[in-house]
């Protein structure tokens, strides 16, 4: 659909004026100017239809891109969380971070992926702490002790009750237990001693049949989110080994739009029956699609030994670790290491840190310790936006990135210390500088955790939210709201437990622009007018967050900004959103000139020209 069919199919509401679809240029951008004509008769309620115009798609660009600008990798402490102004006994961090908005920092009336993300953790003393600290290290939104959660278990982050707030999911040694925004406890299940180990358990959060309401996986157990029943148990595997704790997490493995419970030795469906179940040892598990069929693989970390299953539950091949012991091997991380466009499988043991090919034969090793554990997992993101994947992962002693085709080190930090369980580092926008940031767990001798950013501030952009250890990019939307029918990660990014590397690689770029949707003058005595515009991307790779409309009027040939309005949405390749409503509330609009609508990101496009949308006045008249 052309700009010109759009505008002859979208001014439905002409109002005061008539609208022309002539398109021309304005101030050196190729952007959109429409004229309002003669004044008309004045408008009733009646011509006006107060509702968003459909959003639609446009033929995009594949060719857009951008040159490559490769940043630094010059990895400095922003800053360090090791005391809090509660439970102040409570400070060591053995567990993943998770990222995402708890609060309403910038005061727009709503908590979403534009306000500043915040780092949700728990600490241990006695028993977990759960705490909130926003992700700037400005302030702490809330410290909740005395609910007996398991002190070196995972949380998980995401909207369970449709509320549009993300809510906390925690563990105790036999129950799950949810937790408001703001820290109040919503509800406690029933026990499900025997689905979880009871010690550095990590929860899931998925809407698995496509319903609206949305399952908590936690081991074998599959629970309600609204109320924390019990749904189902399953029968078999629950996601982890003999040594320490579970890793479950819902998947759409065989494409037929219902997730399934993934665990090591079995597949359960969203009521918890068995799908399959192949006899083998249960394990920490990954998912993605290794052979190219659409449908996913299962990757199984158990005793030393990494396995890869078919979506049936076919082992296709199994190999092990370098001094590979009954306990060592951690959850394992999925990416494209090496730049070769097949995924890879990366997996730490007690004294090294190796990446697997697909079919598993060895790409790299690289020698590292843990052996209080062994069962550590990683994350991996191309910082610099070069192509080339880094390895994030931190042991005892250090916290370490390797450069992913070979494992070349690119960082050792001594400012670490660990004992160590299942917990990984995570990537994430943390402070919405538009910048990933790495924020790391700390014990034995160091507490808390710290947040690593780039010096020369030249990282890639990451996602404001990493909301769960199974994290999969899909699982979540930018403001924690959980997918009722997720795009299969596989068919995107192909990787788990990593970033989008797909943005960092300097070459596919967006192309944002605005056209217009409607305008409507009803409301011209009261000084309002209302406008609708369709913001939009015609490049070749999405925009995940952070675009915004700035609204300037043209009065006496100056241009006034007048308001700035975020999008809370995802700018997908080749769609333009519903109409976004602008309401001006401004007195004196019939002396302006034009109204102006640009469409601002941080993401580099291929072409800025066509960001601009000029309505040419005069207005309420």
Sequence with gaps: MSRTTVLVLLVACQSDYKLNNELSSGEGDDSAMLDSGDSAEEASEEDCDLTAPLAYSDEPDEECENEVAVGSFTPVVEYHKSSWSQDSSSVSIMMTPVVGSLDDDNNDGIINEDDTPDIVVVTYGSTGTLRAVSGDGAYELFNISNQSLQGQGAVALGDIDGDGLQEIVALTTNTVKAFENDGTLKWTSPSIAGSIY???????????????????????AILNGLNGSIRGIGSYGRGGTINVGTTSFAADIDADGIQEVVTGNALYTPDGATIWYNGQSDGYVAAADFDQDGQGEIVVM??????????????????????????????????????????????????????????????WVRTTQDGSSGNTGSAVFDFEGDGVAEVVYADETRLWVFSGPDGTVKLESTEHSNGTWLEYPVIADVDGDGQAEIVVAHTSGRTGFSVFGDLDQSWRPGRKIWNQHAYSITNVRDDGTIPPSPDLNWLTYNNFRSGDMDAGDGLKAPDLTVEYGDICEIDCDEDRLLLWVHPGNLGASDVQSGAELVVIAGIGGTPVEVDRIPIGEVLTVGDFLAGVEIALNEPDMDTWNSIRVRLESEELECNEDNNLLEIDGPFCQ
């Design 302 to 363: 158990y005793a030393g030994t990494l396995r890869l299953q078919d979506t049936d539950g076919t082992v296709l091949w199994s190999t092990t670790i370098d001094n590979a012991g009954s306990y060592y091997g951690g959850p394992p991380t999925v990416a494209d290491f090496d730049g070769d466009g097949e995924p890879e499988i990366g997996v730490a043991g007690a004294s090294n840190y190796t990446v697997f090919e697909g079919d598993g034969t060895k790409l």
């Design 198 to 220: 009871g010690t550095s358990d990590a929860p899931a959060i998925a809407d698995m049949d496509g319903d609206g309401a949305v399952e908590i996986i936690a081991g074998s």
